[in-house]
């Protein structure tokens, strides 16, 4: 039986991350400019959410997230590993509630998604989150949906 839990965020977690990231979230972050240096990018990335939650299973770590407030609402990032596909259900009915909270502190989370991470893409969709059209973002201009959801 897998035991998934949620968590803060502890030492290792980002290179524990790093070295098992899915490939589509790896060239995700190639496609905003970030090739070098994830584990200090998502160690940034978690001291500036708040909250920030470290999902996993049977100890392993599945994905990572967080959302960073801003003046117009909070930016919602999630990195994972291979595991999140292997979990994807029970991290759909656990990340929904978190979503949720989130939302009712912030009234309006958002980011952008790489057009290419088509599981990504479904993953937003099925949660409630709406995405405009791709456009051009980041360095290299790949093609990235926007994604929010209000309160």
């Known amino acids: 039986m897998t035991n998934i839990d949620v968590r803060k965020p502890q030492w290792g977690d980002s290179l524990e991350l790093v070295v098992k990231m899915r490939q589509a979230d790896l060239e995700e972050l190639a496609a905003i400019g970030y090739t070098s240096g994830l584990v200090q990018l ?5 001291s500036v959410s708040a909250p920030a939650y470290t999902i996993t299973a049977n100890g392993r770590v599945v994905c990572v ?4 407030p801003l003046a117009d609402g909070a930016a919602i990032w999630m990195l994972g590993t291979d595991l999140v596909t ?24 958002y980011n952008y998604v790489h057009a ?22 980041g360095p290299l201009g790949s093609p990235f949906h926007r994604f929010d959801m209000r309160s």
Request: aromatic share 10%; with cysteine.
């Open 116 to 137: 290419d991470n088509t599981r990504a893409v479904r993953w937003l969709k099925s949660v409630g989150f709406t995405l405009q059209s791709p456009e051009p973002h």
């Open 86 to 109: 292997v979990h994807q259900r029970a991290l759909m009915r656990l990340c929904r509630p978190y979503i949720q909270a989130f939302l009712s502190e912030y009234k309006h989370l």
């Open 65 to 68: 997230m967080g959302v960073v």
């Open 42 to 46: 998502i160690d940034t990335s978690i």
